[in-house]
């Protein structure tokens, strides 16, 4: 086990009052989330906008710091370490972003982003460049390139850009987060390819933050879906895909569009939008869009309740049933 | 097919930039029937977009319409929209032909309330009174399947969700009853779920308004639940035209083939590798001769880098620009 997260949380005071000097609420981005990802495993987070997958990707690297819970890294607490060993421990977990061009400082080349990870962390001009080499063809770029600015490069190259750039320090874990949402769909699957054909290579463990459920069926060994901040269900990948046990979960799945014309498809399960962060529903937050709705939803949150030996759904329906 | 409400002949824009000049839009064609939903399908670059733009006369300063016929049926008789000048053209914007596009955001003004921007148009358009216009305005909420349209009406954009937001939006652009409405990636900055939603509405308004729908969108998934009618765009240029059964069941050009391939099963058996396309789009600057798609096709042969491939057919209504049609 690489990762192991326990009841993380991560509010976010509300500022009220005539000069916002009160805090009169909290937005609970990230409620009570607890789970585990072995080495050399994918765990991917799906989820609406605003559920909290890309706030506990950013809490598992330690880039904000938790309102509460902790975050194993290897068995080692991270946010117990001083300053000196985050560093340390940073440079075995790095991020992939949705949108790699914004992250780049445009007038750097190529060469020089990719070794500035190397750079920070005390290595040699020549080993830096040494490294860069031996990267660029490993996610399909060429050795020329090094010397190129980031606008000269279509969202696709970026993307590998930022790819390299995480696996400068040869990391163990990397949190892909939405890494191939903003590409075009020709090049999508050209870099989901790379992120798969690395994980292998280098037995990377990938946390992979994604709301898109083909490609997180294509990528992942187990799946989390979170609502409002918590997970409703986690399981490995089939049966989370054959078997979803949580109305949101089925819900999700029913909303994504067919693969061909006339496909039979149950019309779509999900009604209203996620609800506010800021105001979480009493009792089982998906109760005010849940078709099966009860009246105990209403009142007492479920608990994650474990259904198989790798499976587990938050819902007092799945719980009076079993 | 149905008899076309909208009729489009070769039409090209070209763009002026700094970088210099280029065809975003090269000799595209395409019919929309009435009542029909044509999806038009390409990555960013490929001109589906600036297509859009072309119909309703709202091209950038730096782009031209070189040439091209846009026939679009009206109550009088066709005319060639193309031809219209500003004043005609803005009779036919939004009471002929309305427009969604991806960011509601974007388009409605952040300082005025819904209502006031629901009613402008009824108001401008339509010749409405106040009261009348409000009316309008909550009748038209409640077809988006709005709950509450009173308060909403009130309410700023800020205010809703980005559901909510394109619900306004299509309100909006439903308001004046347009005979064609042109979806610009409707739902790309919504969640699946709301997504999924918002295709059920449009769907069902269209069919209740016997309106046609020109949707734009990169999404194969959304053309497959939506579209009667596809056409694919590379490069700029039309690549392929079919019923939508067809492309799925036998994609004629290798760019079709390709997406149809790269996009990950949700139910069938997932492939250890995904069947990409390699290479990168082309660069609208530096165009490859011949057939646009051939660096990247994997049947790519000589001729396929001379000339600029014609169309050729595949069946009823379906043709491809591709020399290994048919085979």
């Known amino acids: 086990m690489l990762i192991r997260v326990d009841n993380l949380a991560k509010h976010y005071p509300i500022a009220g009052g005539f000069f916002g000097h009160r805090t009169v609420g909290a937005v609970r981005a990230v409620d009570g989330v607890s789970f585990s990802i072995d080495r050399g495993e994918t765990l991917a987070l799906v989820g609406e906008s605003g559920c909290g997958k890309s706030t506990t990707g950013r809490l598992l690297t330690r880039l904000i710091e938790p309102t509460a819970g902790t975050v194993r890294f290897d068995n080692m607490e991270i946010s117990e370490m001083d300053a000196g060993e985050l560093r340390a421990a940073r440079r075995r977990m790095q991020l992939v972003f949705q949108d790699a061009g914004s992250s780049f400082n445009p007038r750097m080349t190529v060469g020089a982003l990719i070794a500035e990870p190397m750079h920070l962390a005390g290595a040699s001009a020549a080993d830096c460049k040494a490294r860069v080499q031996e990267l660029l063809p490993l996610v399909g770029l060429a050795a020329e390139h090094t010397d190129r600015y980031p606008h000269e490069f279509s969202g696709g190259q970026r993307q590998r850009i930022g790819i390299a750039r995480a696996l400068a320090l040869r990391p163990d874990f990397v949190v892909c987060d939405e890494p191939v949402s903003a590409l075009d769909v020709s090049v999508q699957a050209q870099v989901i390819n790379l992120l798969t054909r690395l994980q292998r290579e280098f037995g990377l463990t990938y946390l992979f933050i994604s709301h898109d459920l083909r490609v997180v069926r294509h990528v992942a060994d187990r799946v989390a879906v979170m609502y409002l901040g918590r997970i409703v269900e986690i399981a490995d990948k089939a049966t989370l895909y054959k078997a979803p046990q949580h109305p949101y979960t089925r819900a999700l799945l029913s909303a994504v569009p067919a693969h061909r014309p006339g496909a039979v498809r149950k019309k779509t399960e999900v009604v209203g939008e996620i609800a506010s962060a800021r105001a979480v529903p009493s009792g089982c937050r998906y109760h005010t869009r849940c078709p099966y709705v009860m009246p105990i939803c209403r009142t007492e949150e479920p608990e994650l309740t474990e259904l198989g030996a790798t499976h587990s759904s938050a819902c007092h329906l799945v719980q009076t049933s079993h | ?327």
């Open chain 2, 1 to 327: 097919m149905a008899p076309a409400l909208l009729s489009v002949r070769n039409l090209t824009v070209a763009f002026d930039t700094r970088r210099g000049p280029f065809d975003a839009v090269r000799d595209v064609s395409f019919d929309v029937g009435a009542g029909q939903t044509l999806g038009v399908v390409g990555e960013s670059g490929s001109g589906k977009s600036v297509t859009a733009m072309a119909l309703m006369q709202l091209l950038p300063d730096t782009a031209t319409l070189t040439s091209g016929t846009i026939a679009f049926a009206g109550p009088s008789g066709s005319r060639n929209l193309a031809a219209l000048g500003e004043r005609e053209m803005q009779k036919v914007r939004g009471r002929e032909i309305a427009m969604v596009f991806q960011d509601p955001m974007a388009s409605l003004n952040p300082i005025l309330t819904v209502g006031h921007q629901i009613m402008e148009p009824l108001r401008l358009q339509m010749g409405l009174a106040k009261a009348a216009a409000r009316a309008r305005a909550e009748e038209l909420l409640a077809l988006v399947r709005i709950p509450s349209p009173g308060d909403i009406l009130r309410a700023y954009p800020h205010e809703l969700s980005g559901g909510m937001r394109q619900r306004v939006m299509i309100a909006i652009a439903l308001s004046c009853g347009p005979k064609l409405l042109i979806a610009d990636e409707p739902t790309t900055a919504l969640d699946v779920t709301t997504q999924a939603q918002i295709l059920e509405l449009l769907r069902d308004l269209q069919e209740r308004l016997h309106m046609s729908v020109l949707l734009i969108t990169h999404d194969l998934g959304v053309v497959a639940e939506f579209a009667d009618d596809v056409m694919v765009m590379y490069a700029g240029r039309t690549v392929e035209r079919s019923p939508v059964q067809a492309l799925f069941d036998k994609p004629g050009h290798p760019y079709t083939e390709g997406l149809l391939n790269s996009m990950p099963p949700l139910e069938d058996e997932d492939p250890e590798v995904l069947q990409a396309i390699e290479g990168n789009v082309a660069s609208p600057f530096a165009l490859p001769p011949g057939c646009a798609f051939h660096p990247r096709c994997p049947y790519a042969f000589d001729a396929c880098r001379q000339a600029l491939p014609p169309f050729a057919a595949l069946g009823e209504g379906h043709e491809a620009a591709c020399l290994r049609v048919p085979c």
